[in-house]
């Protein structure tokens, strides 16, 4: 057991990006107060981060056969030390959303709940746990327009959605690399239903609503965002087709689409920010 292994299990850069995604996602929407946006910045960050690891905790048998490397599979954390872990942030996420405006909190509880219940039972179940990740993933900015008030919505409605149809897509890949030590967890998901290369398709299917998605802000940001939300969309749409060249677990995670499809996603953030930013200052 060590300190680094308990941090590691928060996946604190994973985290991180959500907490800034939802800084971000408050200054897009016209937020000016730093007070706020650090708020923000915490709250996220601490709830995503007792999300990773209460997940980890119940996934610690599923681990020791798909990522021995994690830390309560390799002997670097605990689930007693982590479960007090995650009580800890999830109280101090909570915490930090009250002071602002009552939609946060709402959120955050909510929020709290479903990563409890995605780990408890929700990510056993097939589509109903991806779907529970894709949701949780793209409120993050719903989470930080609301810190300004309901008008924030005609912003980040759509923003939520690419998030969302982006993460579903990536899970159902991760889903199909994961095959085998999710069969001998006794977990049930999409792949076993229906096969890899099915799920490959649905994923693809995915990804298409994310890129249509996308093309939503253009009414506020204009060409030049038509123009860098493309770029990232050619490159989203070539790398999730990788996965439809794989016909078994072991070929869907060698064509690393998973990975690939998350440097897209952070592509697609990033863009995000560099239109607001141009519309903002620019006009």
Not at 1 to 6: I, K, T
Not at 86 to 106: K, M, N, R
Request: hydrophobic share 55%; charged share 10%.
């Amino acid at each position: 057991m060590s300190f680094a292994g308990y941090l590691r299990i928060t996946r604190p850069v994973n985290a991180g990006v959500a907490g800034v995604s939802a800084a971000v996602a408050f200054w897009m929407c016209g937020g000016t107060e730093l007070i706020v946006a650090l708020l923000l910045f915490l709250a996220v960050t601490a709830i995503c981060g007792a999300g990773n690891a209460v997940n980890d905790c119940f996934d610690a048998d599923i681990d020791r056969i798909n990522r021995p490397d994690r830390p309560i599979p390799a002997g670097k954390a605990t689930i007693p030390g982590t479960i007090v872990l995650t009580v800890v942030l999830f109280t101090a996420g909570f915490l930090f959303s009250l002071p602002i405006l009552p939609w946060c909190p709402a959120l955050a509880a909510v929020n709290i709940l479903l990563l409890i219940m995605y780990s408890t039972s929700f990510k056993r179940m097939p589509v109903l746990g991806n779907v529970c990740v894709a949701y949780l993933t793209g409120s993050v900015f719903l989470f930080g327009g609301m810190a300004v008030g309901e008008q924030s919505f005609l912003i980040t409605a759509p923003l939520f959605l690419v998030t969302f149809f982006g993460t579903l897509a990536r899970e159902i890949i991760k889903d199909a690399e994961d095959m085998e030590g999710d069969r001998k967890a006794g977990a049930y998901t999409l792949p076993m239903l229906v096969g890899v290369r099915a799920s490959a398709v649905t994923a693809v299917v995915c990804m298409i609503c994310a890129v249509l998605s996308s093309y939503l802000p253009a009414v506020h940001w204009g060409i030049s965002y038509v123009l860098l939300i493309t770029a990232v969309n050619i490159y989203l749409l070539r790398v999730s087709a990788k996965a439809l060249s794989g016909k078994t677990a072991e070929e869907i995670l060698a064509s690393k689409a998973a990975r690939y499809m998350k440097y897209g996603m952070f592509a697609a953030i990033l863009v995000f920010f560099v239109s607001s930013a141009l519309t903002r200052f620019i006009g």
